[in-house]
Each structure stands twice: as structure tokens, then as C-alpha cells.
């Protein structure tokens, strides 16, 4: 039984892992004392499997929470290569380690090309080809960031919500529109790279992932938690 946390910038997820299936899932914005309050005491946990994003601060608050469940912590990093993917970035170190967990998740989960979209405070879009082989992607501010941005540097514009339309008529359905069709379009150009080949998917998970998923125009798939389906594999094949 092992528990796998990933840390993001804006939330920690978590899941409780015994084989092949999850038997716990939860999550809580970065900082919530009660994120792993659901989290059973008894259990008895082997390993606590650990992508972090958010720093140091972020880290040490989850390890003096997990430190209590398991003795065992381990910080999974980026590598040239494990599980079955190949890390094509010029220094493989430097990419972030939880889109290096969505990968590995994505190439448990279907072995042909992929194109995979973690969409949360920023949207990031990965290439993977049927090989295994990561060749590169792309970071763009997610949904609530774009928002925001325009809310702050601009005279006029406000955070009032609106409506995603295909021609909106207000200011608030513009913006809301604006965003959405910016993810949109980034996704739809990219998996267009490789829309030809057989078997490409697009597979989408994050907070925001839902919302983008639901108005993508090729083939996906939705996935909860992608980064845990990776720690899970990293912890099942630690040497990958």
C-alpha cells in the first residue's frame, strides 16, 4: 500500500494505492491543514511517493503530515528516462516533475501517440510519441490565470464571470470566451502535429481539465488525477 501525493501550485492530491487500484482519493488547497484528514490512521502505508512543484515551504508542510503515516518519504525528480518514456528535454532535469509523472501516467494508459494536457494554473501540453519518447511541449497560463491577468493589467476589465460563446456580445462573455478558445486552439494545433497517425489521443486531466475536455474536437480521454496514475507506476518500477 503505498500513497502518492502530488503538489501543485494551487492544490496537493492524493491517493492511497494497493495494487492496481486506488482505495482512497482526496485533495485541499495548498496549505489546508484537513487535506489528508480523510486519509485512515490504520492504514498501513509503506511509502509515501511525493511530485512537488510548489517549493520548499509547500514540501516541508506536507512532510510533517505524511511523517506520521509512513516513515518512508521519496521525492520522485525528472530523469532521462523510466517506466517506459524517454525524457527529450535539452536538460531533462529542468522539466517540471509533475508534467514528467503525467507522462509516465499517460504511457501506462495508452501506448500510442498522445498528446498530454494537465490543465490547472497553467495549462501544459506535451508530446508523446508511440515510442515512448517525450519530444517536447508547451506552458501557457491556464484558464483562472488568464482572467486574472486581464482583470489586474487592464483599466476596465473585471473579473465578472461570463459565458463561453461562440460569438459572445458582452465583455464578460468575450473574456471567458477569449481564454477558452486560447486553450483551445493551443491543444487542437499541437495534436493536429500527429492527428494522422493511428491511435492518437489527446488525454486531458487537471482542475480546469474538465471544462477544457468537455469542448476539445478530437479524440481524448479524461483522467482524474493523471500525475498519481505516474507516482503509482514510478513506485511500482522504481527503477524504470
Known amino acids: ?20 487500484r486506488w482505495l482512497a482519493l482526496g485533495s485541499g488547497a495548498r496549505g489546508d491543514d484537513s487535506t489528508f484528514r480523510s486519509l485512515p490512521a ?27 503515516r ?9 530523469r ?18 509533475d508534467r514528467w509523472m503525467a507522462l509516465i501516467g499517460a504511457r501506462h494508459l495508452h501506448s500510442g501517440p498522445c498528446l498530454v494536457v494537465c490543465a490547472g494554473t497553467a495549462t501544459t501540453i506535451d508530446v508523446l510519441d508511440r515510442d515512448g519518447l ?27 464571470p461570463g459565458r463561453v460563446l461562440d460569438l459572445p456580445r458582452t465583455t464578460a ?9 486560447a486553450q483551445l486552439g493551443a491543444i ?14 489527446c488525454i486531458v486531466s487537471g482542475g480546469a481539465g474538465r471544462e477544457v475536455f468537455d469542448r476539445l474536437c478530437l479524440p481524448k480521454r479524461f483522467v ?11 513506485a511500482g518500477q522504481p527503477a524504470g
Open 42 to 68: 490504520q492504514w498501513a502505508i509503506e511509502a509515501a511517493w511525493i511530485a512537488n512543484v510548489a517549493g520548499e515551504t509547500a514540501a516541508s508542510a506536507v512532510e510533517a503530515e505524511v511523517a506520521r
Open 134 to 160: 517525450f519530444g517536447g511541449g508547451l506552458i501557457l497560463p491556464g484558464l483562472d490565470l488568464m482572467r486574472r491577468a486581464l482583470a489586474r493589467d487592464t483599466a476596465q476589465l473585471g473579473l465578472d
Open 173 to 181: 462573455d468575450a473574456i471567458a470566451s477569449g481564454c477558452m478558445q
Open 224 to 234: 482524474d488525477n493523471l500525475v498519481l496514475e505516474g507516482l503509482a507506476r514510478v
Open 70 to 78: 509512513t516513515a518512508r518519504l521519496v521525492w520522485v525528480r525528472s
Open 188 to 201: 487542437e494545433r499541437q495534436f493536429a502535429r500527429f492527428a494522422g497517425q493511428p491511435d492518437a489521443l
Open 1 to 20: 500500500m503505498i500513497l502518492a501525493i502530488d503538489i501543485g501550485n494551487s492544490r496537493v492530491k492524493w491517493g492511497v494505492r494497493e495494487g492496481d
Open 80 to 97: 532521462e528516462s523510466q517506466c517506459g518514456v524517454r525524457n527529450g528535454y535539452l536538460d531533462p532535469e529542468q522539466l517540471g516533475v
